[in-house]
């Protein structure tokens, strides 16, 4: 199925595609099949002057519309769901009408050929991250995740725990589809769920066990969504399943739901499954990293490969007790790990980077959201100030070296709307301080949000 949509995909769906998108941008310049410009349709509300590309389409994975002015953000973000309505409404018709309409039967094609000879651990994922590195900007620890994340779906049945693959970022645009994608090039039996009922989400986890990557989850219909929310929450554990009515006589099934699943878009995932999950925080990309086009990539040669080191390795992952790093103190998060380090521990030098990665994935911990690291760096930046002007306060943050502020706003530093916008929700607003009552914020306007959201004063 997934060959299939590919197929079309290339077939003319983009052609289509971005016919919509014209339809409802007006005018766009092309610059690639899937990239291009058009005037904002929010262009009245810019405060600065309009460059020709300051409004951008894109029109694979999941389309959307970014507009490089900060007001414009809300629209943009409504526009991006009405294309996307548009286009899987016309391409949902689309492939029923091109399967068969009764059966939701999947198709993952013939089984994969294992590789012709042994295949050595450090060089396979060598390859693996190498695809990851040459095609993505992320964080160096998360290459390392994802990669072992890559090569433990083809085995995932020999551990009694599945970690969920989370990504997030702070804006659209980060790659998320991106990242997606390149998975779904090169995991095992992929199955991207934008294409598929609920019902046969269920079927298809419980006959072949496919990785589900979930893309764009928060604009996925509710029936859905509903059915990936059970998926996740049931499906940690090798016992994982959920009950649902089948057939017309609505008799009782039970389906397993222990799979490995990948999943971006998601603010929301119950903390039982969020600690055990690996999350990969994307960060928007610098104008200066370039990454080679993605578009002929073919997976095969490392997917047999995959498939023949696991078959030469099942028996010894299967009793392997990875030692954790001491830094890496949580249960659930050592659950989440414990397959990934086993299957490095046999891949030479991989085995140190992965306990690295876990160390320094698990720090960004996955409770502390992006307005929380907000607040913590704005208590640092007025550790020896009672008032900030907004100038002081942006100029602080623009100064922390590896946080999110420098690059936070299309890869420009955070400015005083965004600031404003981020506190709002803690009910700070810039006002008037000090003698020549200038804009900028009172450290004691901040203490309540410190004392509720903040661990106890920490040493960063
Ligand atoms: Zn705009």
Redesign the pocket.
């Given at each position: 199925m997934v060959d299939e949509l590919n197929k079309q995909l290339n077939d003319g769906l983009l052609e289509k595609r971005r016919e919509l998108a014209e339809n409802l941008l007006g005018a766009i310049e092309w610059e690639t099949d899937t990239t291009g410009y058009c005037e904002?349709p929010?262009?009245e509300?810019?405060s600065t002057a309009n460059g020709r590309r300051?409004?951008r389409v894109t029109v694979d994975g999941a389309p959307t519309i970014y507009?490089l002015?900060a007001h414009?953000q809300k629209r943009m973000e409504e526009l991006s769901q009405e294309l996307r309505k548009h286009i899987f409404a016309g391409e949902g018709r689309k492939r029923k009408r091109s399967e068969q309409p009764e059966s939701e039967d999947l198709d993952f094609g013939a089984p994969i050929e294992p590789w012709g000879e042994p295949v050595d651990g450090q060089e396979l994922l060598d390859d693996i991250i190498r695809v990851f590195s040459q095609h993505i900007v992320m964080p160096n620890f998360a290459y390392v995740a994802v990669g072992i994340w890559n090569l433990w779906t083809y085995g995932f049945e020999a551990f009694t725990v599945a970690p969920i693959l989370q990504i997030t970022s702070p804006e659209r645009q980060c790659g998320k589809s991106l990242l997606m994608e390149i998975l779904e090039a090169l995991v095992h039996r992929p199955l991207l769920v934008c294409g598929v009922s609920a019902a046969a989400l269920f079927r298809a986890i419980e006959a072949y066990r496919p990785t589900v990557l979930v893309d764009e989850f928060d604009s996925t219909d509710a029936e859905l969504k509903e059915a990936i929310r059970q998926v996740l929450n049931s499906g940690f554990k090798k016992t994982g399943k959920v009950l649902r009515c089948v057939g017309e006589n609505h008799n009782l099934k039970t389906f397993t739901t222990f799979a490995p699943k990948a999943i971006a878009g998601i603010g929301d995932l119950p903390d039982t499954v969020a600690s055990r999950s690996i999350r990969i925080a994307l960060s928007r990309k610098l104008q200066n990293e370039t990454v080679e086009s993605f578009r002929h990539f073919d997976g095969t040669e490392i997917r047999r490969k995959c498939v023949r080191w696991w078959k030469d390795n099942l028996d010894k992952l299967k009793n392997a007790r990875p030692d954790f790093p001491v830094e890496l103190k949580g249960d659930r998060e050592r659950d989440g790990w414990e397959p990934l380090l086993a299957i490095a521990d046999l891949c030479g030098d991989w085995g140190g980077y992965a306990r690295q990665a876990a160390v320094a994935l698990s720090k960004t911990d996955s409770t502390e959201s992006l307005s929380a690291a907000l607040l913590r760096d704005i208590r640092s930046a007025f550790r020896f100030d009672e008032q900030l002007t907004t100038e002081e306060l942006l100029a602080r943050l623009h100064g922390i070296v590896e946080s999110p502020w420098p690059t936070l706003c299309d890869g420009k530093p955070i400015h005083a709307h965004r600031l404003a916008k981020m506190l709002a929700r803690y009910a700070i607003a810039p006002g008037n301080i000090g003698a020549k009552r200038r804009k900028g914020y009172s450290a004691e306007w901040f203490e309540d949000a410190f004392s509720r959201y903040l661990p106890t004063e920490d040493q960063t």
């Open positions: 904002c929010n262009i509300s810019h300051d409004c507009c002015h414009c």
